[in-house]
Structures are given as structure tokens and as C-alpha cells.
């Protein structure tokens, strides 16, 4: 009988268990190490980027939008190391290990120095205890480190002050079980439930732990077979007194010598001694077949393709890497939607226009008018990075001849390789005009027409009492 407990009951018995375990697996063992690195790889890369599609026509502004983002998301790191397409990264990387992690808003000083005054620090999963849950005394209730209101909504976050497992994590006057409660509204929890109402994370790991431990236990076994198998060694019967100092042996002291066993040593008997030597049996054809099938197991539990928990391309060929790199794309692109960019990108891009403003980073932006435009502002479309192709030719040709249909639109083709459609448009009409000033035309041009283009004027930006005014009529340069 399996049991009845919800799942918010195992994880605060368990759950710190699963995660050790699954981190140990990471560290040391060569599939999980790479299955984590594919998993960050697909759903993060170089970063998933924001643009400010809404604000077409409106040039000036979106380049400032741009300009104050960038400059920033070289300083978002609280610890220096990385720039915020790093900081997303590593979130993928503990969505893989633990399923869930914590980003803290931290509110900086102006005399820090920074363009905005707004860093990110990254918290993992046993910064929050999992055994915390009790009562406070204004009614609310902590449940495994999370603090609810009588309603049932999140208000704070009870984290340690150190980490309670790394041992060389001092502080004068802190103790290592020193908890500090911060506000809800400067957390962002980052979490891919399994269950509805579940509080905190399980390991993605968790159906993949066992086959994973398992075979490396058996590989190593396997080594250790065939390593001894390999110490051919001579063995030498005795006619006349064996003296051991004269020989390689060792005296044990006790009327019998020891040698060590390694490939081609003289091991010497005592006269009339005879020697069995065992010949370890031969798995055969049978380990490579119970490799693939345990490491099919691993790869179904962790829901990544086989070739990316194993880099195993000897099965692979076009139908079958493009079968299972199909399915998994849509996976990722729902965890990318659902999780990354609504429990992380929004609220990060909210705090910092939030605090570009008040900080005047942006350029013709003041918190005058910042309270009529933000919605507007707010409403960026983040773009995931590019799916490389698996045959380009291809691909290539389906998203031509779907855009000469008319079944989707270029600027989506452009989106799906991770680019800003404006921004594409926008450095292939300045190609084409320099390519007819330099008389370069055929040369490798984006539309290879005959027809003369004409460089616009730069416009610019409407007053903000026009901002829903209907956008003037573009001309297209499409052949």
C-alpha cells in the first residue's frame, strides 16, 4: 500500500534527504554532471531576453529601455561573480538539483554606486529550513520556513543566516542556527510544483536517484572485475627453498611471504605448493544492452532526452534526435513560460523599471510620468534563446514556405532564433542601404532586389499624450 500522505508531509520528512543526495550525484557522478549542464543549457543558454515590443514606433524610448537594462544586468549579481543571463542560469541549475530556489530583491544605497540601486542574491533550497513549522503569535503559521497569513498568502520567508551545512560559514555573534524573517515581496520563489498545493520543492532527480547510484555502483564493480582480470600474472612451483628477500616478496614474519599482484609479476610457491588460478567470466555483449536500458530508466526520470543525459550520439540519426529533441522543446518551452520568465523575469523587470525610475536611469523617464506609462513599459515579451536547427537546410525551407503561406508571421521565425524582430528589421534596412552605396548589391544581401531604397529620416518619439495614437503606416521593402 503506497502512502496517503500529501506531499508537503514527505518533503519536511525526507526532502533534505532527496537533495543531498541528488547534489552528491551531481558532483560525482558523470551523467547526472551532464544531464544537469543539457537541462540549463535548453531552458536558460544565453539568456532569456526582454523587448519591449509594445513601444513600436517609439525608438528613442526603447533604446533607452535597452541602454539602462544592459548596463544594469552587468551589475544585478549581490555577489559580483556573474551578470543576470548568469543569475538565470544558475536558478535553472537548482530547478534541476532541488526544483526550486529563492531570489532575494536587495535594495541598495545610492552611494553603492550602481546605475540602479538594485541587486539580486541567489538563495538555495537548505537556506529555508524545512523543518521550521509552527504558530506565531499573530495567528499566522510558518510551514516548512514559509510564514502565511490567516488567508493562506505568503508574507515572509524565515531563511538562515548562514548556510547550516557549510561548515567554514562564520560570522562574530551569529550562530549557525540564526534565522532572520524577510518580507515576502522581496522574494521571489522559484518553484515547478509537482502537486497543487504543494509549499516546497522535491528534487527533479528524485526518480532518477536510484537507477543513477545503482549503475555507478555497478560500473565500478564492473572496473574492479575487469582490472583484476588484466593482472596476467607467471606463476613459479619451487624445487628448493624459497627465500622471500631475494625474490620481491615480503617476509611475514610467520613462515609465510606475501606479494602484490600486478600484471606480469613472478609469483613464487613453496615446493610441492600447486596453483588454481580462477578466470573471472565475461559479461559479453549483456553490459552494453543493461547500460543503455538503466540509462534510458535515469533519463526518463530526470524527462531529458537520452542523448542529453549521456552525449551518446551512435543511436542518433535525423528522425530519431529530431523525435525526441521535438518533445522535449515543448517541455522546456513550457517550463521556460510557466516558471522562468512568470516566477522570475517579470518580477525582476517590475523591481528594476520600479527602481530605474525613481533613480532616473532611464533616459526621458521621471516618476512624473512613470505612473501613467508603466503599464505600458511593464509589458515586455521575453524572448527564450534560439533552438539550434537539426537540419538547417530543412527547417530553414518549413519556416520560409510557412511565412509565404501566410501561416505565421517573419517576426515570430525571427523570435524563435531568439532575436528582436525591430531590431532584425532594423540592421538589415541599414545593410541594404550601405550595400547600395558601396554598389555591393548580390553580394550576399538580405533581399538581393534591384529596386533603390531609401533611407528614412529618423522620427522622432511621439509626445506621451499620444502614446495609444494609431502608428503611421510602415513602408515595406519586401520584394
Known amino acids: ?47 532569456i531576453t526582454p523587448s519591449w515590443k509594445n513601444l513600436t514606433g517609439r525608438t528613442n524610448r526603447k533604446k ?147 537507477p543513477l547510484w545503482l549503475l555507478d555502483l555497478y560500473d565500478d564493480a564492473e572496473l574492479d572485475r575487469k582490472r583484476t582480470a588484466a593482472l596476467f600474472a607467471i606463476f613459479r612451483k619451487m624445487n628448493g627453498a624459497f627465500d622471500p628477500s631475494t625474490e620481491g616478496a615480503e617476509d611475514e614474519g610467520n613462515g609465510t611471504a606475501s606479494q602484490d599482484l600486478t ?37 526518463s526520470g530526470l524527462r531529458i532526452p537520452y542523448v542529453g543525459l549521456t552525449g551518446d550520439m551512435v543511436k542518433a540519426n535525423y528522425g530519431n534526435i529530431r523525435a525526441a529533441l521535438i518533445d522535449f522543446r515543448r517541455r522546456m518551452e513550457s517550463l521556460q513560460h510557466r516558471v522562468l520568465v512568470f516566477q522570475l523575469c517579470r518580477p525582476v523587470m517590475n523591481a528594476w523599471l520600479r527602481a530605474a525610475i525613481l533613480a532616473g536611469a532611464v533616459q526621458g523617464l521621471t516618476p512624473a510620468n512613470a505612473v501613467r506609462l508603466m503599464p505600458q513599459l511593464s509589458r515586455v515579451t521575453w524572448i527564450p534563446p534560439r533552438w539550434e536547427w537539426v537540419d538547417p537546410s530543412k527547417d530553414v525551407r518549413a519556416a520560409k514556405e510557412e511565412v509565404q503561406a501566410g501561416f505565421r508571421s517573419r517576426s515570430s521565425v525571427v523570435e524563435a532564433r531568439g532575436d528582436d524582430p525591430e531590431e532584425v528589421d532594423r540592421e538589415i534596412a541599414e545593410e541594404r542601404r550601405r550595400e547600395r552605396e558601396l554598389g555591393l548589391e548580390g553580394l550576399g544581401s538580405s533581399f538581393n532586389d534591384k529596386a533603390p531604397v531609401q533611407a528614412a529620416p529618423p522620427v522622432p518619439d511621439p509626445p506621451d499624450d499620444q502614446e495609444d495614437a494609431p502608428e503611421p503606416a510602415q513602408q515595406d521593402d519586401t520584394p
Request: aromatic share 8%; net charge negative; charged share 25%.
Open 64 to 210: 533607452a529601455l535597452n541602454t539602462a537594462w544592459l548596463r544594469w544586468t552587468d551589475e544585478a549579481d549581490a555577489e559580483g561573480l556573474t551578470d543576470f543571463y548568469g543569475l538565470q542560469a544558475r536558478v535553472a541549475d537548482e530547478l534541476f538539483q532541488a526544483n526550486e530556489c529563492f531570489v532575494r530583491l536587495r535594495a541598495r544605497r545610492p552611494e553603492d554606486g550602481l546605475s540602479v540601486p538594485l541587486q539580486l542574491q541567489v538563495l538555495p533550497s537548505e537556506m529555508l529550513p524545512q523543518s521550521d513549522s509552527r504558530v506565531l503569535p499573530n495567528g499566522n503559521e510558518v510551514r516548512q520556513g514559509i510564514e502565511f497569513d490567516q488567508i493562506g498568502r505568503r508574507v515572509a520567508y524565515h531563511f538562515y543566516v548562514l548556510h547550516p551545512d557549510d561548515a567554514g560559514a562564520t560570522r562574530r555573534g551569529v550562530r549557525s542556527d540564526l534565522q532572520t524573517r524577510v518580507p515576502a515581496d522581496q522574494v521571489l520563489h522559484v518553484i515547478d510544483p509537482m502537486e497543487a498545493g504543494q509549499i516546497r520543492g522535491l528534487s527533479r532527480m528524485a526518480p532518477a536517484i536510484v
Open 1 to 47: 500500500m503506497p502512502p496517503k500522505l500529501h506531499l508537503n508531509t514527505l518533503i519536511e520528512a525526507s526532502g533534505r534527504d532527496v537533495l543531498a543526495r541528488a547534489r552528491f550525484l551531481v558532483r560525482n557522478n558523470a551523467y547526472a554532471a551532464n544531464g544537469r549542464d543539457f537541462f540549463t543549457a535548453q531552458a536558460v543558454g544565453t539568456g
Open 263 to 299: 600484471p606480469g609479476t613472478q609469483l613464487y610457491g613453496e615446493p610441492g605448493e600447486e596453483i588454481q588460478v580462477i578466470a573471472p567470466a565475461d559479461v559479453g555483449g549483456s553490459y552494453e544492452a543493461f547500460q543503455y536500458r538503466n540509462l534510458l530508466r535515469a533519463a
